[in-house]
């Protein structure tokens, strides 16, 4: 299958979806065949249609010629989950970009898999409602990827991640069957829980093609609170205090010292005093009376873990400052020059302090320099080796501490991916996490919808 395709294939999905919508100059290819994790594997063929009927008749095409399929959103993942592994056909989801409904009765949304989450998050605000799921690409991340990948972000540790709020699915099978799952109901046991099997499967199973999501009210009243501390000791021991406290605000999220250096020297922004260890931002929104209780109990929970200084953002041109510089450090990473490697581990809450502590051992044990930051609050915390790519010897180091890394999440009944999936980045190390007898049931299941094995081949599973 690798890098060759039918010869009549490219004609037949040129009357699909018009001539345009049919690349294969070297640049699409290129662009097209990679995502945010870096690594690339082009495919033979770029095809943007518009619409579920010729989503449907392009899989149809794919899956009579066992050519594989392999379809995109933004390209913002971090495991290669979009990325074609053996050429073929790569399906953009860029034009199907509406928003289709905003039900203000019902408390949802009906939207295509293209939408940006910003702008989605944007519109339902407009009426006075809210959609949670706040991954830190939000900007430029798409809802259907979202969906794919089960995003998470900040806001999961009060509100879950993008599971919770997808109550239907329009999806095409890889045969070119078009399916509905769930339904606007908020209740629905009927049969089999396609929908949420669908959520998080990586594009192995289905092509998405429009997705209802639930919204709630948008909270009147939210304040956001900054603490600093000498190291990361403390920081670990607040949020932990804060648990205890009972306390859930909408998000707590840790940064180190070496994140906060990033974003002051690459981006020229100062989110702390260069002596800063570590530092917290917590989130509390609801009534006015019960964001002003939580973000008083927050700060004195800072306070007692032996925090520097707690301040409450001034409003909420602070607070988009705060969050704009949280949301950029990937990027103030990438831009070092040095090839960055995210794991989005994540532990139980109340391990929180040992995962940093298996961290620590990972530097000590390897030389290397990692970077941990994350969504605190649910347990999900990024850990990024930065590595020397031109280093044969320091790569080798980075590929023996992930394992280890891998093992010890698990060890502390964690998981090695919180919201970025498996892809093929992740595929070697399944194992670690589940059985033999689970990955060939899964395995079953991917047969059932993909008997083929056109769709996203070489993802998930090693």
């Given at each position: 299958?690798?890098?060759?395709?039918?010869?009549?294939?490219?004609?037949?999905?040129?009357?699909?979806?018009?001539?345009?919508?049919?690349?294969?100059?070297?640049?699409?290819?290129?662009?097209?065949?990679?995502?945010?994790?870096?690594?690339?594997?082009?495919?033979?063929?770029?095809?943007?249609?518009?619409?579920?009927?010729?989503?449907?008749?392009?899989?149809?095409?794919?899956?009579?010629?066992?050519?594989?399929?392999?379809?995109?959103?933004?390209?913002?993942?971090?495991?290669?989950?979009?990325?074609?592994?053996?050429?073929?056909?790569?399906?953009?989801?860029?034009?199907?970009?509406?928003?289709?409904?905003?039900?203000?009765?019902?408390?949802?949304?009906?939207?295509?898999?293209?939408?940006?989450?910003?702008?989605?998050?944007?519109?339902?605000?407009?009426?006075?409602?809210?959609?949670?799921?706040?991954?830190?690409?939000?900007?430029?991340?798409?809802?259907?990827?979202?969906?794919?990948?089960?995003?998470?972000?900040?806001?999961?540790?009060?509100?879950?991640?993008?599971?919770?709020?997808?109550?239907?699915?329009?999806?095409?099978?890889?045969?070119?069957?078009?399916?509905?799952?769930?339904?606007?109901?908020?209740?629905?046991?009927?049969?089999?829980?396609?929908?949420?099997?669908?959520?998080?499967?990586?594009?192995?199973?289905?092509?998405?093609?429009?997705v209802t999501l639930r919204l709630v009210p948008k909270p009147?009243?939210?304040?956001?609170?900054?603490?600093?501390?000498?190291?990361?000791?403390?920081?670990?021991?607040?949020?932990?205090?804060?648990?205890?406290?009972?306390?859930?605000?909408?998000?707590?999220?840790?940064?180190?010292?070496?994140?906060?250096?990033?974003?002051?020297?690459?981006?020229?922004?100062?989110?702390?005093?260069?002596?800063?260890?570590?530092?917290?931002?917590?989130?509390?929104?609801?009534?006015?009376?019960?964001?002003?209780?939580?973000?008083?109990?927050?700060?004195?929970?800072?306070?007692?873990?032996?925090?520097?200084?707690?301040?409450?953002?001034?409003?909420?041109?602070?607070?988009?400052?705060?969050?704009?510089?949280?949301?950029?450090?990937?990027?103030?990473?990438?831009?070092?020059?040095?090839?960055?490697?995210?794991?989005?581990?994540?532990?139980?809450?109340?391990?929180?302090?040992?995962?940093?502590?298996?961290?620590?051992?990972?530097?000590?044990?390897?030389?290397?320099?990692?970077?941990?930051?994350?969504?605190?609050?649910?347990?999900?915390?990024?850990?990024?080796?930065?590595?020397?790519?031109?280093?044969?010897?320091?790569?080798?180091?980075?590929?023996?501490?992930?394992?280890?890394?891998?093992?010890?999440?698990?060890?502390?009944?964690?998981?090695?991916?919180?919201?970025?999936?498996?892809?093929?980045?992740?595929?070697?190390?399944?194992?670690?996490?589940?059985?033999?007898?689970?990955?060939?049931?899964?395995?079953?299941?991917?047969?059932?919808?993909?008997?083929?094995?056109?769709?996203?081949?070489?993802?998930?599973?090693?």
């Amino acid at each position: 299958m690798s890098r060759s395709i039918p010869e009549l294939l490219a004609p037949e999905l040129r009357e699909v979806v018009g001539r345009e919508y049919v690349r294969a100059d070297a640049g699409s290819l290129e662009r097209y065949g990679q995502d945010a994790l870096g690594i690339g594997h082009p495919p033979d063929l770029v095809v943007i249609p518009a619409d579920t009927n010729q989503i449907a008749a392009i899989a149809r095409l794919c899956d009579e010629r066992r050519v594989p399929l392999t379809v995109r959103g933004a390209g913002t993942g971090y495991t290669g989950g979009a990325v074609p592994t053996r050429g073929g056909v790569l399906l953009s989801l860029e034009r199907l970009n509406r928003i289709l409904e905003i039900d203000e009765t019902n408390l949802l949304a009906v939207v295509e898999p293209g939408v940006i989450t910003g702008d989605l998050q944007r519109a339902v605000e407009a009426v006075g409602l809210f959609y949670p799921p706040d991954p830190a690409s939000l900007d430029i991340s798409s809802i259907g990827g979202n969906v794919a990948e089960c995003a998470g972000g900040p806001r999961g540790f009060k509100y879950g991640t993008t599971r919770r709020y997808v109550l239907a699915l329009e999806a095409v099978l890889p045969g070119g069957e078009i399916i509905h799952t769930g339904s606007k109901a908020v209740k629905n046991v009927v049969g089999y829980d396609l929908t949420q099997l669908l959520v998080g499967s990586e594009g192995t199973l289905a092509i998405i093609t429009r997705v209802t999501l639930r919204l709630v009210p948008k909270p009147p009243a939210r304040a956001t609170l900054r603490a600093l501390f000498g190291d990361i000791r403390g920081a670990v021991t607040a949020v932990s205090t804060l648990i205890r406290r009972r306390v859930v605000p909408a998000t707590i999220e840790l940064i180190d010292a070496a994140s906060l250096e990033a974003v002051r020297e690459h981006l020229g922004r100062d989110l702390a005093p260069r002596d800063t260890g570590a530092m917290l931002i917590v989130e509390a929104d609801g009534t006015e009376a019960a964001v002003a209780e939580e973000i008083d109990v927050a700060a004195q929970a800072c306070r007692d873990a032996g925090a520097t200084a707690v301040a409450l953002a001034s409003g909420d041109e602070e607070r988009e400052q705060i969050w704009t510089a949280r949301r950029l450090i990937s990027l103030a990473l990438r831009a070092t020059g040095l090839l960055k490697i995210n794991h989005d581990v994540v532990v139980p809450r109340g391990r929180v302090p040992d995962l940093f502590a298996v961290i620590q051992g990972l530097r000590d044990r390897f030389g290397l320099r990692i970077v941990a930051f994350g969504h605190a609050g649910d347990g999900n915390i990024h850990v990024n080796l930065m590595v020397d790519r031109d280093n044969a010897d320091e790569r080798a180091r980075a590929a023996q501490a992930e394992r280890v890394l891998f093992e010890r999440v698990v060890a502390l009944e964690g998981s090695i991916s919180g919201e970025h999936g498996i892809g093929f980045a992740k595929a070697p190390y399944l194992g670690i996490e589940l059985s033999a007898e689970a990955m060939a049931l899964m395995k079953r299941v991917k047969a059932a919808f993909d008997p083929h094995g056109i769709l996203n081949p070489g993802k998930i599973f090693p």
